[in-house]
């Protein structure tokens, strides 16, 4: 079955400085890339998404990534500022028979002031 | 309007006994999750209905645990003779349909088992 890696599990960076977070699927026909925020004690919360028709996705200091090929993709966070502290978590999609969304383990990132 | 809503917030319980842990659905929304979530773990996939058609129960970790939505809006997770391990945070999501959409979670209801 579908099956996400994410890779660090644990990040801290100074504030100001860049984060990346990592993942691979196993799924080739997954096609669609949620990346989902969690504050501590809070529900998970769409930030980004990206869908496999297109390499790069920017909003505002975030961006995602996709490389179909190697099947991989990421979340790069610039000037990180404190209340980006938080739990991300990539997801991949599969085709539109499955319909379920498979996440990843998650992300601890935790930015210095 | 309101979002997803779960029931009960926090459960405490004997190992065991059996739980219901209940989800209702943002209105319209045809596309329902559960996921669970141990301590500083990730978002464990359990079960996913779609409409009418038959659940994704691919997830579901034994046949202890089963899952109901009527009518396509409220959904149900039960758990039968709960286990300790069996503790954690159970998450429901639901989204406009099946197609690649925004998940709306819920707060989440955390059982904990003795």
């Known amino acids: 079955g579908e099956n996400v890696e994410q890779h660090p599990s644990t990040l801290s960076v100074q504030e100001g400085d860049s984060a990346v977070i990592k993942c691979t699927y196993s799924d080739s026909a997954s096609n669609y890339f949620p990346w989902y925020k969690q504050e501590l004690g809070k529900r998970p919360q769409l930030i980004i998404d990206?869908?496999?028709?297109?390499g790069e996705k920017k909003d505002q200091r975030i961006a995602v990534t996709l490389n179909k090929t190697a099947k991989h993709f990421s979340l790069h966070i610039t000037e990180t500022q404190p209340e980006d502290s938080a739990v991300y978590f990539c997801?991949?999609?599969?085709?539109?028979?499955?319909?379920?969304?498979?996440f990843g383990q998650g992300t601890t990132l935790q930015v210095k002031p | 309007g309101a979002g997803v809503s779960q029931s009960p917030s926090n459960k405490v319980t004997e190992k065991g006994k059996d739980v219901e842990l209940r989800c209702d659905p943002i209105s319209g929304h045809t596309a329902l999750y559960w996921y669970r979530q141990s301590l500083g773990q990730g978002l464990e996939f359990l079960i996913y209905?779609?409409?009418?058609?038959?659940?994704?129960k691919s997830g579901l970790p034994s046949d202890r645990f089963s899952a109901e939505r009527t009518g396509g809006s409220v959904s149900t997770l039960t758990i039968q003779r709960t286990q300790q391990e069996d503790s954690a945070v159970y998450l429901c999501?639901?989204?406009?349909?099946?197609?690649?959409?925004?998940?709306?979670f819920g707060e989440g209801s955390r059982l904990t088992v003795l």
């Open positions: 999501a639901s989204s406009v349909d099946r197609g690649q959409r925004e998940l709306f």
């Open positions: 209905f779609q409409g009418n058609s038959a659940p994704d």
């Open positions: 997801a991949a999609h599969g085709s539109s028979n499955t319909g379920k969304l498979i």
């Open positions: 990206i869908r496999s028709n297109v």
